[in-house]
């Protein structure tokens, strides 16, 4: 029976432990927190949305998309689903796909995993920071800050990203893999919260408003989002403004553009503010156009609009002033400063390079080394298709290193 080193305990870890264990091998997971999967707590507002029906590369973004389908082929979602029925969890999908543990409990989920590693006999060393991981005299040799050290016929990394530094050890696992001859691409904070520096967001914070929302390069839009955008002090946030922060990378000169009605073309949107100027024209504007939008949005448009709500009337209103609160209404621009730091992220964007990795996840620099998870670089969007990611990257690591140890 061959040894395999697993360094990370979070989703991917534990998925690539079990499967190399039932694959035969005698798997230690070193994991620097006290306790292992803290982060998969705190998933899906903890209910973990675990996967999703829906696999398909356009739910992912990394450098090399060529390289990621190619492995995403190998991930069907009942990889997922059929990996947690064999361990004992039902889960459940919902209208849009997204798969959660049938109870919706993201702790029942990290209960399911902690007894399954138990049967199989997995060794769990928590508290273990590794900080050196180096082939040498025919097998793999890592150790901990704590003075620890272990010895493997394989090792699996699966170390995790940047983000969420509060639920793991963060960032360490790049460093490793650079060790094995391993290069980065850029990282940077996922599905997070976006900075904006409009000056009406201060008097807009706490308002969630369902629209579209699209980032703009240079005034080229790159994406478009619909749901309900949460407006801050600092920015804008909510699930539109995570998926676009997916894509902003290394933009320049990026906006948001939100429109309030994207279900009516400029031109209605036009009409729709002439009629009402028409049929109330001694009417102050903020009853001319209450009942639209949220009452502070409308505000802060007419403001932006160089319209005063209080002292002006309907019949005063030229017509280029309602073109202009028309055409705010369907594209609000706020520039943006970048994304909210590693805090707020739930992932990391960028990471090892996929050209560096085997089908089976095994390392092109160095056999026997196998990576898996976020520490890759692979970021899915909002939905499950970060854990399906990290669970399925860690089963296909742990049955490579499991073969590859049975030598
Ligand atoms: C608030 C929040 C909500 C989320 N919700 C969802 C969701 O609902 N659905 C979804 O698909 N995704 C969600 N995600 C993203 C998802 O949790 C991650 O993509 C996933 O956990 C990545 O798995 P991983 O195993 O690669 O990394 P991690 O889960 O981060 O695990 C890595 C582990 O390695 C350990 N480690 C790191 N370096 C070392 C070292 N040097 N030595 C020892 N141990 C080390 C860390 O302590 C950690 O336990 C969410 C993330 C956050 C922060």
């Known amino acids: ?20 264990a039932e694959a035969g091998g005698r798997v230690t997971i070193l994991e620097g927190q006290s306790r292992p999967a803290k982060k998969l707590l705190v998933t899906g507002n903890g209910r973990c949305n675990l996967g999703n029906t829906r696999i398909a590369p356009e739910y992912y973004h990394t ?36 798969l959660y543990p049938y109870c919706r409990q993201a702790s029942m989920v990290v209960d399911v995993l902690l007894l399954a590693l138990q049967r199989c006999g997995v060794v769990m060393e928590t508290g273990c920071a590794v900080t050196e ?21 394989a090792l699996i990394l699966t170390t995790g990203g940047k983000a969420a530094p509060k639920q793991s ?39 969630r408003v369902l629209c579209t929302a699209a980032l703009c390069s240079n005034g080229r839009e790159i ?53 009402r100027a028409a049929e109330y024209p001694g009417g102050a504007l903020e009853d001319v156009f209450l009942g639209l939008l949220h009452k502070r949005i409308m505000y802060a448009l007419m403001k932006e ?12 209103l030229r017509l280029e002033e309602l073109a202009r609160l028309a055409a705010l209404l369907k594209d609000w621009r706020l520039p943006v400063g970048g994304p909210m730091g590693w805090e707020q992220a739930q992932v990391t964007g960028g990471g090892v390079a996929l ?37 399925c990257s860690g089963i296909l690591a742990g049955r490579g290193a499991a073969g590859e140890a049975e030598i």
């Open 223 to 275: 994406a478009r989002e619909a749901g309900e955008l949460q407006l801050t002090e600092y920015g804008v946030s909510g699930i539109p403004a995570m998926q676009l922060s997916c894509r902003l990378g290394a933009q320049k000169d990026t906006e948001i553009s939100v429109d309030f009605f994207p279900d009516c073309s400029a031109g209605d949107m036009r009409t729709l503010l002439n009629r």
């Open 305 to 316: 609009a160089g319209l005063s709500p209080l002292s002006r009337t309907a019949r005063t």
């Open 169 to 207: 050890l963060s960032g360490a696992g790049y460093a490793l893999a650079k060790g094995f001859g391993h290069s980065c691409t850029p990282l940077y904070p996922c599905l997070t919260a976006l900075r904006c520096t409009h000056p009406a967001l201060r008097g807009l914070k706490g308002i």
């Open 1 to 20: 029976m061959k040894k395999i080193l697993v360094v990370g305990g979070g989703a991917a870890g534990i998925a690539a432990a079990l499967s190399a």
């Open 133 to 153: 991981a180096l082939w040498e005299r025919g097998a793999f040799t890592v150790k901990s800050s704590q003075g620890g050290s272990w010895r493997g016929d």
């Open 355 to 391: 050209q560096e990795i085997g089908d089976d996840f095994q390392s092109r620099c160095c056999p026997g080394l196998y990576l898996a998870g976020e520490v890759l670089d692979t970021v899915g969007e909002c939905g499950g298709y970060n854990l399906h990611w990290a669970w």
């Open 63 to 98: 450098a090399r998309p060529d390289r990621l389908e190619a492995l995403l082929e190998q991930m069907p979602a009942t990889l997922t689903t059929d990996f947690f029925a064999h361990w004992g969890l039902m889960t459940m999908a919902d209208e849009a796909g997204r």
